[in-house]
């Protein structure tokens, strides 16, 4: 119940649709992987999926932000249900890419930001490795491309309420690592099937 008023409360106050340009909204094991450039990206995203989607797909946070406090640790548990990693100092015993494997397990899907964390240029910067490790440990997750929109305009970093903008975002075509395909490729080739669902924005 919490959870839906929550997404619901996301919804309205971005006034964000999401648009499915290159897929459908199935219930199948997916990495949805976007521009980052808010707070506000990752609870969002997770929002404007279908309640069937969302109870099984998990927002990948930082640890150092989503523990701090009292409410970012109750939102990160008892609603995004999140898996939080540590980005700024991983080891062997808190790896990222086994933590996010593990959560993924049979069932759930993840949200990621293969760029590491917020970004202020226009276009995404280069994506780390993350996203061509879980291609490769996991072929058989579908990996969906999502371009957000004004998202750092509604909510700009250093800020608490949203500001009274609309966003958008758009979900592309799945793609994969082909067989032979290097990680400097794959990992340019995801950043531009990003880039390129921007001009599909309404």
């Known amino acids: 119940m919490i959870s839906s008023l929550i997404a619901g409360s996301l919804r309205v106050a971005t006034g964000a649709l999401a648009r499915w340009h290159g897929c459908g909204p199935e219930l199948r094991q997916r990495i949805y992987f976007a521009n980052h ?14 309640t069937p989607l969302r109870v099984r ?3 990948v946070a930082a640890h150092d932000y989503w523990s701090v406090g009292k409410l970012r640790p109750w939102l990160a548990q008892r609603v995004f249900n999140a898996v939080l990693i540590e980005r700024k100092k991983p080891t062997a015993e808190c790896n990222p890419l086994n933590t996010m494997l593990e959560a993924m397990g049979d069932d759930h899907s993840l949200i990621i930001f293969p760029e590491g964390g917020r970004q202020a240029s226009p276009e995404p910067e280069p994506f780390k490795a993350g996203l061509y490790h879980l291609a490769k440990r996991r072929p058989d997750v ?7 929109e004004n998202l750092n305009r509604i909510l700009p970093k250093g800020e608490i309420l949203p500001a009274p903008l609309l966003g958008s975002l758009v979900f592309g075509t799945p793609v994969r690592l082909e067989e032979g395909e290097t990680k400097v490729d794959f990992l340019n080739r995801a950043r531009e099937s990003v880039i390129c669902l921007r001009g599909t924005c309404g």
């Open 37 to 50: 450039t808010s707070n506000l990206d990752g609870p969002l995203l997770w929002a404007s999926l279908p």
């Open 142 to 148: 579908e990996l969906v491309p999502v371009w957000m």
């Open 57 to 59: 797909t998990r927002m």
